[in-house]
Nanobody, 119 residues
Framework: QVHMIESGGGLVQAGGSLRLSCAASGVTFSNYRMAWFRQAPGKEREFVARVSWSTGYTYYADSVKGRFTISRDNAKNTVYLQMNSLKPEDTAVYYC????????????WGQGTQVTVSS
């Protein structure tokens, strides 16, 4: 069974930075992807960024390009999200996810970590 352990959320002022971490245990497939999503109260869950484990290919939502960076540590099965120049609209619960059952989609999700950006 796959489990996701997240950390790094918190309260910061606009313009500040946070680094989120998520370790995936129990992943035995050689090729998979990990990603970050976020969800603000009353809104749909939104894709933020993803990374391919085998190639390192990354893809970002337009709203975070140039400010957020996703990276992975293959040895630890851990994905990071470095968030710089944070804005109040970045306030949300951030979730990590891993996809392994097929070429697309996500199969296991973390519990979420709160990020709050004050103006």
């Amino acid at each position: 069974q796959v489990h996701m352990i997240e950390s790094g959320g918190g309260l910061v002022q606009a313009g500040g930075s946070l680094r989120l971490s998520c370790a995936a245990s129990g992943v035995t497939f050689s090729n998979y992807r990990m990603a970050w999503f976020r969800q603000a109260p009353g809104k749909e869950r939104e894709f933020v960024a993803r990374v391919s484990w085998s190639t390192g290919y990354t893809y970002y939502a337009d709203s975070v390009k140039g400010r957020f960076t996703i990276s992975r540590d293959n040895a630890k099965n851990t994905v990071y999200l470095q968030m710089n120049s944070l804005k109040p609209e970045d306030t949300a619960v951030y979730y990590c996810a891993v996809g392994f059952r097929g070429p697309t989609g996500y199969d296991s999700w973390g519990q979420g970590t709160q990020v709050t950006v004050s103006s």
